[in-house]
């Protein structure tokens, strides 16, 4: 069993920056796709990024060229670089793993089978 811990969340104003990151322990062997997924109030959780253990990433929609996801495969943590940050950021966010075959994104919350316990960023106007 894996286990992912979140740091780095906090309040910040809208343009402002914060870096979050994820620390991985445990069964973490041949887990090759490490996600962010964020959940606002009353809203589903939704992909922020992924990478792969090779560091091929994949974005959301809403954070392109914005954010960047980045991993330290040698200390088992992986970033999550937000800039120009707005008040529609603000949310809860999470941490994922997956041991999934290479060749597509996976994207899906059911794809993911590790899960941190989330932190909260607030971005004010």
């Known amino acids: 069993q894996v286990q992912l811990v979140e740091s780095g969340g906090g309040l910040v104003q809208a343009g402002g920056s914060l870096r979050l990151s994820c620390a991985a322990s445990?069964?973490?062997?041949?887990?090759?796709?490490m996600g962010w997924y964020r959940q606002a109030p009353g809203k589903q959780r939704e992909l922020v990024a992924v990478i792969t253990s090779g560091g091929t990433s994949n974005y959301g929609q809403h954070v392109k060229g914005r954010f960047t996801i980045s991993r330290d495969n040698a200390k088992n943590l992986v970033y999550l670089q937000m800039n120009s940050l707005k008040p529609e950021d603000t949310a809860v966010y999470y941490c994922?793993?997956?041991?999934?075959?290479?060749?597509?994104?996976?994207?899906?919350?059911?794809?993911?089978?590790?899960w941190g316990q989330g932190t909260q960023v607030t971005v004010s106007s």
């Open positions: 445990g069964s973490i062997f041949s887990i090759n796709y």
């Open positions: 994922a793993s997956a041991r999934r075959p290479y060749g597509r994104w996976y994207e899906s919350i059911s794809d993911y089978d590790g």
